[in-house]
């Protein structure tokens, strides 16, 4: 069992910069990839960003690409996503997931999830 605990959500506006920290405890966090998802009103749950174990690999929706970078810091069980340029579509709650990627980092797949927190960006 892995409990994820996000935190760093909020109210901007559009253009600024937001950083989230999503801090992880239970099993050896360097075993899991981690991914960052996001969930606006109305819509599906979809993904952002995807970090490898090692951290070395990523990959990012196109709507974040060049905005948002995630990394994360094994020795501190931390990983984050960076979110530069901001804008008010990019409003939806953001969850922090850990799981596993039997093929790229592309195909990870969630097993575990944090409670989410806010961003909010208006315009």
């Known amino acids: 069992q892995v409990q994820l605990v996000e935190s760093g959500g909020g109210l901007v506006q559009a253009g600024d910069s937001l950083r989230l920290s999503c801090a992880a405890s239970?099993?050896?966090?360097?075993?899991?990839?981690m991914g960052w998802f996001r969930q606006a009103p109305g819509k599906e749950r979809e993904r952002v960003a995807l970090i490898s174990m090692s951290g070395i690999r990523t990959w990012y929706a196109d709507s974040v690409k060049g905005r948002f970078t995630a990394s994360r810091d094994n020795a501190k069980n931390m990983v984050y996503l960076q979110m530069n340029s901001l804008k008010s579509e990019d409003t939806a709650v953001y969850y922090c997931?850990?799981?596993?990627?039997?093929?790229?980092?592309?195909?990870?797949?969630?097993?575990?999830w944090g409670q989410g927190t806010q961003v909010t960006v208006s315009s």
């Open positions: 997931a850990a799981g596993s990627s039997p093929g790229t980092i592309a195909t990870m797949r969630p097993a575990y």
């Open positions: 239970g099993r050896t966090f360097s075993n899991y990839a």
